[in-house]
């Protein structure tokens, strides 16, 4: 290839990872090197190793294989069905926009694909600038920072590195606020106004939070910017945390606490949508749409409707090409 024809940047789309079965073992592989990373939990590293494999990957991988189970596809876990058509589209997307080639490789923070295999295919197209694209609108250290460490870990043995470009954040991106209030604009138009939305966002430790890590604040900008899009009052929505492992506090309220409490005071029908998942996976399809579902309904509630993440919708593939265009104007 002559150097006139390599591709002017390439993108690395990043994602959480996912097991490749939903099999004990191959969620025990899963959670050994996702809950080993100290950006996840930074436990004492001795502690930890003791309390990870001696009870936690002894108990948790029978149960959460259960739950992958319940929401597995013919094309494998949601996460990976979902980011492989987001990287296809991404690149067709940019293509139709540039006019040019454009390298798009899919790469995990945790499992397959990896970034040495990204870094792989980025070397054999040519590509000397990367833009990294981590799939988290709202910058936490534990998952934005831990995809920066493992992009690192892979640039190690490389005696040479791209020109690269990280995207941190797009929280508060204005096409990204629109895709998601176009997607409860559909959910309102085909089954009317909900009782109340909740908009809930993965959550992490107080602790992390208060030692810096902005994420509150990002969800927060997020969850206000979606409201007033929406023409929403204060009593038509609020915003939750879900996912918590472990004992310390995470941030709150929590999602499923807040539902419980939803269904006891008699709603007919809530909508939850959320914003943090770029795409749909167990903690949407299963903790929500299924297990939070189910607390609403036994605590009282009517009907818990849950508005898909934006996954491939045209909008949110348009809105991820115009943010890696945006960060490439001084390389065209
Ligand atoms: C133990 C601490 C965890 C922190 C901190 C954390 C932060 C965090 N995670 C996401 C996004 C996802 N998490 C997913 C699954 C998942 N998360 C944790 C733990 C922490 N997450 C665990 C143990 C699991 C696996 C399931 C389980 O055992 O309960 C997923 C889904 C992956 C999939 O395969 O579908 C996503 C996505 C964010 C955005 C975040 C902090 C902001
Ligand atoms: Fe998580
Ligand atoms: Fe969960």
Redesign the pocket.
């Known amino acids: 290839m002559t150097s006139s024809s390599k591709p002017r940047f390439g993108v690395m789309l990043v ?5 490749e079965a939903p099999t004990p073992d191959a969620v025990r592989r899963y ?1 050994g090197e ?2 080993w990373d100290q950006r ?2 930074d436990v004492s590293r001795p502690l930890w190793w003791l309390i990870l494999n001696g009870i936690i990957l002894r108990i ?1 991988p029978q149960r ?1 294989a259960k739950a ?1 189970a319940s929401v597995w596809t013919d094309q494998g ?3 990976m069905k979902v980011s492989q058509a987001q990287a296809i589209e991404l690149k067709q997307r940019l293509e139709d926009m540039l006019g040019t080639s454009v390298p798009v490789e899919l790469a995990m923070t945790y499992g397959v694909p990896t970034m040495e295999s990204a870094g792989q295919a980025f070397r054999q197209a040519g590509v000397e600038r990367i833009i990294v694209l981590p799939l ?1 609108p ?1 910058f ?1 250290a ?2 934005t920072g831990a995809v920066f460490d493992r992009l690192a870990k892979a640039l190690k043995p490389c005696p040479s590195l791209p020109e690269l470009h990280f995207i941190r954040d797009y929280h508060q991106n204005p096409d990204y606020i629109e895709a998601l209030a176009n997607s409860v604009r559909e959910y309102q138009a085909a089954h009317g106004m909900p009782d109340r939305l909740l908009m809930s ?5 107080q602790r ?1 939070a208060r030692q810096g890590d902005p ?1 509150p604040q990002q969800c927060e900008a997020t969850a206000q910017a979606l409201a007033e899009a929406l023409g929403l009052e204060t009593d038509q929505w609020a915003l939750t945390f879900q ?1 918590r ?2 004992r310390e506090p995470w941030l709150q309220p929590y999602t499923d606490k807040t539902l419980a409490e939803w269904g006891q005071s008699g709603l007919e029908r809530v909508a939850v949508i959320c914003p ?2 770029a ?1 749909d ?3 949407t399809l299963e903790e929500i749409a299924l297990q939070n579902a189910e607390i609403f309904t036994e605590a009282g509630g009517g009907t818990l409707d849950y508005i898909p993440a934006l996954n491939d919708r045209v909008d949110h593939i348009q809105m991820l090409a115009d943010l890696v265009v945006s960060q490439t104007q001084g390389w065209r």
């Open positions: 994602n959480l990872g996912t097991p959670l996702f809950l996840v939990v948790r959460v992958y876990s949601p996460l988290y709202q936490s534990t998952t966002f993965h959550g992490i430790p992390y994420y996912s492992f472990g943090g998942f795409a996976c167990l903690e």
